[in-house]
């Protein structure tokens, strides 16, 4: 009898595992060609709606090669039964024709998708063409964001390289839960608006363990973004992170709940930064921590920037309406690549509140740098090098 159950529990034991095993489908068996010259956008469509029907969690596969998605392309999760994954071995390549995707908000989007890892490989948008068209003063289409997440939910992106966008590498919007780690963004510091990782509108994101070099910011946090996590990410060259800019419309969500911890910034134009318009809107920062940061040869290390007005256009001689307080700053050291090191410049109508610095240590040539604050209120403890200005 004692063996009879045994036997029953094996096979029971056995059934299940099938039923929960994911089912893998392999784009170079339904015809994918890996030389990086055929268009596979439509076998990856058909492997990734084969995958949505199954019953089992399942994956689409790109084995090692190159593959050419001429055209902007679309994955929607609206008719998966499962959770979904795209491993790629491989490398993704775009045309090098730029006008082919160039006028499209995304290349390569993921759109309502619950339960969805993309992992491994490289994705490469040759933006290079259409960066010198911007450069040379010709008219050129505003350039695709290579990678977007949409109204999905627990996503996960590991081990992947995204290189040479035309604009912004990776986009997660409208999402709930959403974890990058280990990923490595390259375009070179010259790039325009090539944005590492832009969040927007999302909850629950958390960058871990990436290296970000670009043209713009390494990271950027839009209106709506709360609860996101930014810890060992290696910035440089771009714009460093910012926060913003935020307050160009007048009804604006604003951030809050947002931790960068444990980031080293090499050569960008700015640190931790928060940035807003210097218009009215009803927008907000509050409750953000910087943590554990270090600086190397930074023009702005520690910057907010609630004047912003660019070619003081569409808002000179107005003041920022978005309401920043409780920012902490804390364990922030290195070189700054300017005397000032510390720029609070908060809004003349609405002053920021609930300030801290805490053990701030950054020079300017092997000397003290220096701080500038307006309409800044908060408190200093610690090491303040250089001195508070709050």
Not at 65 to 79: A, D, E, H, Q, T
Not at 157 to 181: D, E, P, W
Not at 228 to 246: D, R
């Amino acid at each position: 009898m004692t063996w009879y159950l045994l036997l029953i529990v094996s096979f029971i034991f056995l059934i299940n595992s099938s039923s929960a095993a994911r089912v893998s489908i392999n784009v170079q068996r339904l015809g994918a060609r890996a030389d990086g010259k055929t268009d596979v956008s439509k076998i990856l469509l058909r492997a990734w709606n084969s995958a949505c029907a199954s019953r089992n969690p399942a994956q689409v596969y790109l084995p090692r090669g190159r593959y050419l998605i001429r055209s902007p392309i679309v994955f929607s999760g609206r008719n998966c039964r499962k959770s979904m994954a795209m491993r790629i071995d491989g490398t993704i390549v775009a045309s090098t024709n730029y006008n082919l995707i160039g006028s499209a908000e995304n290349w390569i989007k993921f759109e309502r998708v619950n339960g969805l890892t993309v992992s491994g490989g490289t994705i490469d948008a040759k933006g290079t063409g259409l960066w010198n068209c911007k450069k040379s003063g010709k008219r050129c289409p505003n350039g695709a964001t290579t990678l977007g997440f949409y109204s999905s939910t627990n996503v996960v992106v590991s081990g992947l390289t995204l290189v040479n966008s035309q604009m912004f590498h990776m986009i997660i919007y409208k999402c709930n839960n959403a974890n990058i780690r280990g990923i490595k963004i390259s375009a070179r510091a010259s790039s325009p608006n090539t944005d590492g990782i832009h969040v927007q509108l999302s909850s629950g994101t958390n960058i871990v363990n990436s290296r970000i070099s670009t043209g713009d910011d390494c990271v950027s946090i839009g209106p709506g973004t709360t609860n996101t996590w930014i810890e060992n990410v290696s910035c440089g060259p771009g714009h460093g992170i910012s926060i913003g800019s935020l307050g160009w419309d007048a009804q604006e969500p604003g951030v809050q709940n947002l931790t960068v911890k444990s980031v080293t910034f090499r050569n960008t134009d700015n640190g931790v930064r928060i940035k807003t318009w210097a218009r009215s809107s009803t927008g907000f920062v509050r409750n953000v921590l910087f943590q554990h940061i270090v600086m190397n040869n930074v023009r702005n290390p520690v910057l907010i920037d609630q004047d912003y007005c660019p070619n003081a256009r569409n808002c000179p001689s107005k003041v920022s309406g978005v309401r920043i307080s409780n920012v902490r700053y804390q364990d922030i050291r290195g070189s700054s690549a300017t005397p000032v090191a510390v720029q609070l410049q908060c809004s003349k109508k609405y002053p920021c509140s609930g300030i801290r610095l805490q053990d701030i240590a950054l020079t300017y040539r092997n000397q003290a740098a220096k701080a500038s604050c307006a309409y800044a209120g908060g408190s200093a403890s610690g090491v303040m090098k250089p001195s508070s200005c709050l």
